[in-house]
């Protein structure tokens, strides 16, 4: 067990707080730091919409790339003797798994709390590191490594606007959005920059997702201007109402509209008792319809997105164009195209109402009881076989790019029985395993014991650094900092602490 001395004086940390002397670790002297990071539900919220509100079409979230830091440049890590534990070997046992028998299985399944932390880091940039949901008392703990949570060049202040998003897909939050309430970690790491402490456990918030409040009519200006969650749906309207709404000879700006069930003896907008007609068509013959001038005024032709559910959206077979957008919501766009017709022709008539949220989010729950949390275990001996997940991205040192970072991927072996050594992290006890993962994988958990069929474990590990060691320009190698009784200490702290709802 490594011991960093403090300098003269007791030098206190920045960032956090020094605490010592919690129960239940032998032998270990706890050395935990914390640092607040959304302080109330209102900078929750905040965080929450920063990283879920679209623009141009997707949200912050897909545009995030994976945080490298320093990674690409790892040398060859050295080699030294084996692990010496600073007392028993412990375990908490997974969500939902307290008390019931393991089970033996083939199928390698992906567990559930995998997914992404989200950050912006101290350049200004959107980056994302692996995670994974982890047991806790009041089932809102996430495990990552130490540098996905605080910035080691910035003076140890966590990063900003901190999340996690277990199952995340190219923007989707398929479980909700969960934001970073408080980062625990080595006294060591946040303060020395110690990569043998290069681990950290931080309590979040219920999740939140995009499509809560109360859907309020508005404009179609207020409507255009409007940043938040909105939409649009065409509803039915008598022919009297359309009369009172619409001007018939060239009236381009009234949300009124008919629908015609074929287009036949099209006329012009001066023609006695013309009536405005869109006509629904496919996205190919709307991209190549004409857009004609009325009065002087250019008409455009129309077009609505519908939201609809799985069901209906896997049964639709018309003309629309079936997408899943960058929130996740399943849609149909309508493609309609303008004409004038007699008024004879006219079946039905329509207006476009146009609809803002207020209110943005709705609260999805606590972390573990949507996704379930992993075990922990700690002084474990050597050579363990252990299951690594994570989102690997990065190319390797010699350019192949091997992933894409777009969904988790795992690898497994016996962990070595050796300590990786490199002085540019003040690392002298990490665990090693063979593995081609590359970076974007950092921060994914190191399990134990994993079980196939409940897509359980038990965190034994972290991915910290990335090793090429026969410097073919591939790397070869991954590793975490060993769990021990220290580790324990800042993860029981971290487990007893509570976040709750940010949503009112």
Not at 111 to 133: E, H, M, N, Q, Y
Not at 207 to 230: C, L, R, W
Request: hydrophobic share 35%; glycine share 10%; with cysteine.
């Amino acid at each position: 067990m490594k011991r960093i001395l403090l300098p003269a004086g007791g030098a206190i940390l920045a960032t956090g707080l020094l605490a010592a002397g919690l129960a239940g670790t032998a032998n270990a002297v706890p050395d935990w730091a914390y640092d607040t990071m959304a302080k109330d539900a209102p900078a929750a919220v905040d965080v929450a919409k920063f990283w879920l509100a679209a623009n141009d079409h997707t949200n912050n979230l897909a545009k995030a790339t994976p945080y490298t830091w320093e990674t690409k440049a790892t040398p060859k890590l050295s080699v030294g003797g084996g692990y010496v534990a600073d007392g028993k070997p412990g375990a908490v046992k997974p969500t939902g798994e307290e008390t019931k028998p393991s089970a033996k299985v083939k199928n390698i399944n992906l567990p559930r709390t995998i997914g992404k932390v989200f950050f912006v880091d101290d350049k200004g940039d959107l980056k994302w590191c692996s995670a994974t949901s982890i047991q806790g008392q009041y089932r809102n703990l996430v495990a990552t490594a130490g540098h996905c949570v605080y910035d080691d060049k910035a003076n140890a202040s966590v990063m900003d606007n901190w999340v996690f998003v277990p199952g995340y897909y190219q923007g989707k939050t398929p479980y909700g959005i969960y934001v970073g309430k408080t980062a625990y970690t080595h006294y060591d790491f946040a303060n020395y920059e110690d990569y043998d402490r290069d681990y950290a456990f931080v309590t979040v918030y219920n999740g939140v997702q995009i499509g809560g409040g109360t859907a309020k009519e508005v404009s179609e200006g207020d409507y255009k201007a409007f940043n938040g969650a909105k939409f649009a749906k065409d509803v039915s309207i008598s022919e009297a109402e359309y009369q009172k709404t619409v001007d018939l000879h060239g009236g381009e700006t009234s949300a009124a509209w008919a629908k015609a069930e074929t287009i036949k003896d099209p006329v012009g907008p001066s023609y006695p008792g013309a009536v405005k007609v869109f006509q629904e068509v496919s996205k190919e013959v709307f991209d190549k319809a004409p857009v004609g001038n009325v009065n002087g005024a250019k008409a455009v032709n129309k077009t609505t997105v519908e939201h609809v559910t799985k069901a209906q959206y896997d049964a639709y077979t018309g003309a629309g164009y079936r997408k899943i957008d960058a929130k996740g919501n399943y849609t149909i766009t309508h493609y309609f195209v303008k004409y004038w017709v007699k008024e004879s022709n006219v079946k039905s008539y329509y207006k476009t109402v146009f609809y803002v949220v207020d209110g943005f989010i709705k609260d999805t729950g606590k972390l573990g009881d949507n996704v379930g949390g992993q075990g922990f275990t700690w002084n474990q001996k050597p050579q363990q076989t252990v299951f690594v997940f994570g989102y690997p991205a990065d190319a390797h040192p010699d350019g192949n790019k091997a992933y894409t970072g777009v969904t988790p991927k795992w690898t497994y072996g016996k962990t070595n029985a050796q300590k990786y050594v490199q002085a540019a992290t003040k690392t002298e006890e990490h665990i090693g395993l063979k593995s081609s993962f590359t970076p974007g994988a950092d921060g994914g958990p190191w399990l134990a014991k994993y079980s196939n069929a409940k897509r359980l474990g038990y965190v034994n590990g972290v991915t910290s650094l990335f090793g090429d060691q026969d410097k073919n320009g591939r790397y070869d190698l991954i590793t975490s900092p060993y769990f021990d009784g220290e580790t324990a200490a800042i993860y029981n702290k971290a487990a007893a602490v509570w976040s709750g709802s940010i949503v009112k």
